[in-house]
């Protein structure tokens, strides 16, 4: 049985840094892109980032380029999301998600696998 678990979300104030944590179970990690979504309350889920299976490509929102940062480590099977410079706008559930191909997806719907989600809210 696949599963994501996210961790790491949680209440900062603005300017703060969260690291956010996705660990993989069930599957073999590194035939997989890993990408990160959040949905804010009454918004749509959206694109915040993606990793390639090796980890060395990645593809990152224009509202979080230069704030928050991915990587992997396959033997953990883990992926970790560092997010920096956080403002209250970016105060959503994340969810990571899984998708097995060499091409980095920003659709939802080219995933695979998903996790529960993490809460991060942002206070201003």
């Known amino acids: 049985q696949v599963q994501l678990v996210e961790s790491g979300g949680g209440l900062v104030q603005a300017g703060g840094s969260l690291r956010l944590s996705c660990a993989a179970s069930?599957?073999?990690?590194?035939?997989?892109?890993v990408g990160w979504f959040r949905q804010a309350p009454g918004k749509e889920r959206e694109f915040v980032v993606v990793?390639?299976?090796?980890?060395?490509?990645?593809n990152y929102a224009d509202s979080v380029k230069g704030r928050f940062t991915i990587s992997r480590d396959n033997a953990e099977r883990t992926v970790y999301l560092q997010m920096n410079s956080l403002k209250p706008e970016d105060t959503a559930v994340y969810y990571c998600?899984?998708?097995?191909?060499?091409?980095?997806?920003?659709?939802?719907?080219?995933?695979?696998?998903w996790g529960q989600g993490t809460q991060v809210t942002v206070s201003s």
């Open positions: 069930g599957l073999t990690l590194n035939e997989y892109a």
């Open positions: 990793i390639s299976r090796g980890g060395g490509g990645m």
């Open positions: 998600a899984a998708d097995n191909t060499r091409v980095l997806h920003t659709d939802s719907y080219h995933y695979d696998y």
